[in-house]
């Protein structure tokens, strides 16, 4: 492969991948977010580079690959074809009538565990028919230009980028231990995450009470499965909570321990007819459940 199509045109995969090496950092690293073997990363580096003369695009350093002069001039022009190629495919997708494909949407571990209780037959409320959907967990709101997800149910609004965005409603936490227990300690995050509104507001009650941290772990299901053990009070979302057998509220859900979530898609997908039906579906979960997201018994 010489890195055009055959017809002296520069192949976009060949630009998709360099774009890819420049932002992971490693052939191995691109690979895998590409879904794509480490050498076939190589050869698709190597046929790239060849188009533009031969001179290398990266420096080959052993911690991995770094831009270097000749690369770093390439990087804008790529991103534009990439903003190109993106917007093509999101007017191919919007034009699509047929319910049917993948979605993916971007959550949080709080949406993640709410909407994963509704996927089933068991549901009164199931997704539509004929959509397989897919949702990934991360602490970060996808880029929905690139297609990295198609919806996101997030917990704060982006402040740019051409979105449709809609508020869904209120996460309620509380303080919830095992029924029995005195349980003064905590059970919260680890200290890398406690910059967010919850381990904080945790936090400023250690520091009040002389309580001690009895527990930290980086999700909310294994807070639960702490509490549930008697290892400590923490906040739980009350959805989950309230409905479990072996808790009970220390205290009623406050402003601190809850969460706005927010419907985020890009304007362009807003019209996708399997993007449109899931936005439904997600919406219409969160107005049928409000009082129970809400903590209201």
């Known amino acids: 492969m010489n890195g055009s199509n055959g017809s002296g045109l520069l192949d976009w995969n060949d630009a998709r991948i360099f774009l890819a090496v420049a932002r992971h950092g490693s052939l191995r690293a691109a690979g895998r977010a590409l879904g794509i073997s480490q050498p076939t990363v190589g050869r698709r580096i190597a046929a790239f580079e ?26 804008p022009v790529a991103e534009q074809l990439e903003d190109a190629a993106l917007s093509l495919e999101r007017h191919r997708a919007a034009a699509a009538s047929v319910l049917s494909g993948t979605v993916r949407i971007s959550v949080g571990e709080w949406a993640a565990a709410f909407l994963s209780h ?5 549901s009164e409320n199931p997704p539509p028919t004929g959509i397989t959907l ?4 991360t602490m970060q709101t996808a880029n929905l230009a690139r297609r990295e997800a198609d ?36 059970v919260t995050y680890p200290e890398e995450q406690g910059h967010f509104p919850m381990p ?18 980086s999700d909310m299901p294994m807070h639960l499965t702490a509490i549930r053990a008697g290892a400590g009070r923490g906040i739980l979302p009350c959805f989950i909570a309230d409905e479990d057998p072996l808790l009970e509220r220390v205290a009623p859900p ?8 927010w419907l985020i898609v890009h ?12 936005m439904d579906w997600v919406q219409s979960l969160f107005r049928s459940e409000r009082d129970r997201l809400a903590g209201i018994r």
Request: glycine share 10%; charged share 25%.
């Open 118 to 122: 509704h996927v089933g037959s068991s």
């Open 267 to 278: 304007r362009d997908l807003r019209r996708a007819a399997c993007v449109r039906a899931i």
């Open 134 to 137: 897919e949702l990934v967990e």
């Open 50 to 75: 060849a188009v533009f003369g031969g001179p290398t695009l990266f420096d080959r350093l052993p911690e991995g690959l770094r831009l270097n002069e000749a690369g770093a001039a390439l990087l």
């Open 151 to 186: 919806l996101a149910v997030r917990h704060y609004p982006p402040e740019s980028g051409d979105l449709y965005i809609s508020k869904l409603g209120v996460f309620a936490g509380a303080v919830y231990r095992r029924i029995g227990t005195e349980a003064r300690d905590w």
């Open 200 to 217: 904080r507001w945790v936090e400023q009650r250690v520091r009040e009470t002389g309580a001690s941290v009895a527990f930290r772990a």
């Open 254 to 261: 406050m402003p601190e321990t809850s969460c706005e979530y």
